[in-house]
């Protein structure tokens, strides 16, 4: 599976947009990109995925360039509650693989 | 539709013990994956279990077992308990498994003494 590269850490504060870019340079021809969400303590939640172009749901935006070799997940209006860890996962769409998950990136959001 | 539920959600063992996690997966999913959370390692890939035959195994010694019944219900088996097994296990189902959309339980805590 293709080798992802995402921030350890971000900031922002109440109301504001984070965007949260994930690099994965070796990205295959028939890899989908998946995100996921992980509160303390909890199993990891699945946000969105993607293959191409922008894929939206009432969640989060996943913006995904030409090249593919990066993608960007957008929270719109982030709350406290948006407080978590935030997986980028790359791989194809199919049964018989499994997850791999990488570091996260830990967003906190701020009052 | 109820979720993914695992039993026990917490669980302490002395090293040398061997231990039994549950899972019983969402309604009609046919596909369980478990996976280990350590602060060290991250989340790592167990196995997959699909229609009760294992379809996918990580790279963990074979002290970690499991398997899956006819109800799609599954167990996880750790033998010969190490200090370094304590961690988060969870377990995630879906229809057809895979990298597709999984859905994950609470997960249960093993702390080996």
């Known amino acids: 599976l293709a080798k992802t590269t995402q921030p350890i850490s971000m900031d922002s504060y109440e109301g504001q947009e984070v965007n949260i870019t994930c690099s994965h340079n070796?990205?295959?021809?028939?890899?989908?990109i998946t995100w996921y969400q992980q509160f303390p303590s909890q199993g990891p939640r699945f946000i969105i995925q993607?293959?191409?172009t922008k894929v939206t749901n009432e969640v989060a935006s996943l913006f995904i360039p030409a090249d593919r070799k990066s993608s960007t997940l957008s929270l719109p209006r982030v709350s406290l509650s948006d407080t978590a860890v935030y997986y980028c996962?790359?791989?194809?769409?199919?049964?018989?693989?499994?997850?791999?998950f990488g570091g996260g990136t830990r967003l906190m959001v701020k009052p | 539709k109820a979720g993914v539920t695992q039993t026990p959600r917490y669980l302490i063992k002395t090293r040398g013990q061997q231990v039994t996690l549950s899972c019983s997966p969402i309604?009609?999913?046919?596909?369980v994956s478990w996976y280990q959370q350590t602060p060290g390692q991250g989340l790592q890939f167990l196995f997959e279990y699909f229609s009760e035959t294992q379809r996918n195994k990580g790279n963990f010694p074979g002290r970690f077992s499991g398997r899956q019944f006819s109800n799609s219900r599954s167990e996880m088996n750790v033998s010969t308990l190490e200090l370094g097994d304590s961690a988060l296990y969870l377990c995630a189902s879906s229809f057809r498994g895979g990298t597709g959309e999984q859905y994950f339980g609470p997960g249960t805590r093993l702390t080996v003494t």
């Open positions: 309604s009609g999913h046919r596909s």
């Open positions: 996962l790359v791989g194809p769409n199919n049964a018989g693989n499994m997850l791999t």
């Open positions: 993607g293959y191409k």
């Open positions: 070796n990205i295959a021809t028939n890899d989908y």
